[in-house]
């Protein structure tokens, strides 16, 4: 689906925001009529309060939405969201009660709040349109904005239609939008073009495997983007429970995150020079699957020894960090579902990643705060290396004991990008619960912030 700011020709309804430390004031100031319908209808600035105004005829004048408190802004993102999803059809202009400085996020958040997932069954409209706020870049939160949206879609669609020619096919469309170019290794070609770990994880399924590879740009920093695709994870041979195998077909949210993206980055004309790869498989279960105690080899020439097919989604991301970092890229950044340890940490809200290099973390901290699009640091624990050497192969995919389950992956794959700088983001991809501006469902995590962190290094 699509989102859009409402278009310059419909008259809008002015919209004031109001702070609930300060709406005694604000609707003692007003005429009285605006102050008895605020109070007969218990309006008191509360975040996702909405009113609509009525004149003595009873159309309506103004709305009002509530901005909460600075604690209970604290405790929620997209504020002026949540009042929106309740205001009725109409097109709406913020004439006051947003600071500047937070006034395009919570513009953007009007835009996500009218996400509906609609590809299988009819969804009810959100009918509240906003029109853009003067002073902000439009065309900029709208690229973003559709971004999301893809990232969203991507992942909400079941496996059945969302298979790797699937993945392909959106990826090919992205390229085709913006003029990038695209090439894809399929099947047995995979093994000839020694990409023998995404070419093992995929073999076992009758939808072939596949390395997707899109460049875009020819001037400024080279990024390179890596996206877990795997389109659907049984578990392998190590096969999962139902209930764990429920929520797989989100199991490709990082190659869903990495071309949300990547749209992001080409639709604002981002100057730098951008690869996307994505290896896209399903990790099946028949005769030819991967089993454990297998040992395998790795483009990059480490062997590894298979301890759980379950932690497949290393394997294929290691073939394509180690074709990632041939060219020796300024940035190598890597988005993955891969490790439920991750979720026991910080839960579901929080992007957690790993990066050594202070300036970019930084820039990513700094720039996540802003863009209300929460990031948390991970260690990449050097003592926690020995805990990835099986011994008998150099690594091993899944170390017993269960301890440190999203260091001792994020220490895996940075085995395969040598010296290039390196970020790796063990997101989740998925909202549990509905919140303003963000429905259950497929997410995007980092992406808004690495956004603006990628621009920063064109700038410098």
Known sequence: MTVAFADAETAPLPLYVVDQSECADWLSAQPERVARWAAANGFKGAIGQALVIPDADGAPTMALAGYGTDHSRQRARFHLAAAAAKLP????????????????????????????????????SMGARLSPPDGIDVQRLQAIAEGEILTRDLINTPSNDMGPSELEDAARDLAVRHGAAISVIHG???????????????????????????????????ITLVGKGVCFDTGGLNLKPGGSMALMKKDMGGAANVLGLAHMLM?????????????????????????????????????????????????????????????????????????????????????????????????????????????????????????????????????????????????????????????????????????????????????????????????Q
């Open 188 to 222: 047995e070609d995979l093994l000839a073009q020694n990409f023998p770990l995404i070419h093992t994880v995929g073999r076992a399924s009758d939808r072939s495997p596949r390395l997707i590879d899109m460049r875009w740009g020819d001037t400024g920093p080279q």
């Open 267 to 459: 639709a604002t004309a981002t100057g730098i020079r951008l690869r996307v790869l994505i290896p896209a498989v399903e990790n099946a279960v028949s005769a030819n699957a991967f089993r454990p105690g297998d040992i395998l080899p790795s483009r990059k020439g480490l062997t590894v020894e298979i301890n759980n097919t379950d932690a497949e989604g290393r394997l294929v991301l290691a073939d394509a960090l180690a074709l990632a970092q041939e060219e020796n890229p300024d940035l190598i950044i890597s988005m993955a579902t891969l490790t439920g340890a991750a979720r026991v940490a910080v839960g579901p809200d929080l992007a957690p990643y790993y990066c050594d290099d202070p300036a970019l973390v930084e820039a990513l901290e700094n720039h996540a705060a802003r863009t209300d699009d929460p990031v948390w640091r991970m260690p990449f624990h050097a003592p926690y290396e020995a805990m990835i050497e099986p011994g008998i192969a150099d690594l091993d995919n899944a170390p017993k004991g269960g301890f440190a389950g999203s260091i001792t992956a994020a220490l895996f794959l940075r085995r395969f990008v040598g010296e290039s700088t390196y970020m790796h983001f063990d997101v989740f991809g998925w909202n549990p619960a509905e919140a303003p501006a963000r429905a259950k469902g497929g997410t995007g995590q980092a992406t808004r912030a690495l956004l603006d962190t990628i621009g920063q290094m064109t700038t």
């Open 89 to 124: 059809a109409g097109t709406y202009k913020i004439a006051s009660g947003i600071p500047d400085d937070r006034l395009e996020r919570e513009a953007l958040g009007w835009l996500l709040a009218g996400y509906r997932f609609d590809r299988y069954a009819e969804a009810s």
